[in-house]
């Protein structure tokens, strides 16, 4: 069980992780849908959970969750909040849904990338908030790491496969970025350890 330090935890540490990059989001799920009746596929369980716990109808979203919670499940609220869910990968019977949560929380917007982890209880699909919420962190980390690879790659073909940069020179470009991302790892640590841990006695190797 999540407590309300946890959660709020997960929650600016993501958005410590993903600041200054902005993410597509797929299609809105939709506000449309008939909650009263929810399939039993992983995708409409996921949806449909979202769809009710953004709109704050706890009652409705705890019928979704593979374990009870206790308190609020996502804190706050704003009628604009929103849940995208896109790509759905299975594994044996739990299935992880890429997820974009998008929230404004005191003028502020924050665009959290996440799995939705859907498996299976006496055959019927529910929702592990648990495991949802904590893979923020690596879904966030694949995104920035996705991007930040995608810009290298269109540098390289834009830029430096035109110029007469020599095989030396590629070669010191290469451990420059090398020394940036050792860099940038380093104050990331940092700045999760600050976020979620401050006077925690967890090791901080750089």
Wanted: net charge negative.
């Amino acid at each position: 069980m999540i407590s309300k330090k946890r959660k709020a935890a997960i929650f600016y540490s993501a958005a410590a992780i993903i600041s200054g990059v902005t993410f597509a989001f797929h299609e809105d799920i939709s506000s449309k849908l008939d909650v009263l009746y929810t399939p039993n596929d992983p995708m409409a369980v996921a949806n449909d959970f979202w769809l009710t716990v953004l709109e704050k109808d706890e009652a409705r979203a705890h019928d979704f969750l593979l374990k009870p919670e206790k308190g609020e499940l996502i804190p706050g609220y704003n009628k604009l909040d929103r849940a995208n869910l896109s790509k759905i990968h299975q594994d044996n019977n739990v299935y992880f849904i890429e997820t974009s949560v998008r929230l404004l929380r005191n003028s502020r917007q924050f665009n959290i990338p996440m799995y939705t982890i859907v498996a299976s209880e006496n055959g019927e699909f529910k929702v592990d908030l648990n495991a949802s919420l904590a893979s923020v962190s690596d879904a966030a980390l694949k995104q920035s790491i996705d991007y930040y690879i995608s810009s290298l790659e269109g540098a390289q073909s834009v830029f430096v496969d035109k110029s007469n940069i020599g095989s030396d020179q590629k070669a010191e470009l290469l451990k420059l970025n090398f020394k940036m991302i050792d860099e940038m790892t380093c104050d990331m640590k940092m700045k999760l350890k600050q976020e979620i841990s401050p006077d925690g006695d967890v090791p901080l190797k750089c």
